[in-house]
Structures are given as C-alpha cells and as structure tokens.
C-alpha cells in the first residue's frame, strides 16, 4: 500500500506563489491517475486538479491558468506549483491517487494561507 506526504504549505500574502509536493513512499510508475485536493474552512474537500501517469493534466475552473500539476516518476513525487494566489485559495491540501475514486487512506494534507 502506497503512503503518500504532503508538504510545502505556509502562509503567503495574495498574489504570491507557493509549490506543494506530495512524497510516496514507493514507486508511482503504476499510479494512473494522481491529484490534489484542497478543503477550504468549513467546506468539503474537493478535486482541484489530476494527472495522469501520460501527463494529462485536468484542473477545476478556480484554478486554471494559476496552478500547474505535475509528477516526477523518478522521484516518486507530485507538484503543485501556485500562482496568483488568492486568499480564496486558503485551506488544507491533499494528495491522492485515482481522481474520483481517491484510494490511498488520506494524509494529513499541508496548510496553506493566503493573506489578503
């Protein structure tokens, strides 16, 4: 079973930029999909953008355009890089693996804070 560990949150001003990486603890070669999601205060989590082990990428209309995913199957390791960060972008981030269906037990996910 795959353990994934996510890292890089801080509290940033708005407009800045941060990079999350989520760290598995074996290879992902055999990872088809793996995403981001993020739970805001008082809302549910939600899938903010995927992968897949080809590149495809898939984001939330929210985030287009200001944040990129991206894998090394090297590494073992899942980006995210932000941009233009806005204090709506503030909360809890979560990797997985699968999209829809996330199959890895959760993480305690990273905090971030964007200050207005």
């Known amino acids: 079973q795959v353990q994934l560990v996510e890292s890089g949150g801080a509290l940033v001003q708005a407009g800045g930029s941060l990079r999350l990486l989520c760290a598995a603890s074996?290879?992902?070669?055999?990872?088809?999909?793996m995403a981001w999601y993020r739970q805001g205060p008082g809302k549910q989590r939600e899938l903010i953008a995927s992968?897949?082990?080809?590149?495809?990428?898939n984001y939330v209309d929210s985030v287009k355009g200001r944040f990129t995913i991206s894998r090394d199957n090297v590494k073992n390791t899942m980006y995210l890089q932000m941009g233009s960060l806005r204090p709506e972008d503030s909360g809890v981030y979560f990797c997985?693996?699968?999209?829809?269906?996330?199959?890895?037990?959760w993480g305690q996910g990273t905090q971030v804070t964007i200050s207005s």
């Open positions: 997985n693996a699968g999209e829809n269906s996330p199959w890895v037990p």
């Open positions: 074996r290879t992902i070669n055999d990872i088809g999909t």
């Open positions: 992968i897949t082990i080809g590149g495809r990428t």
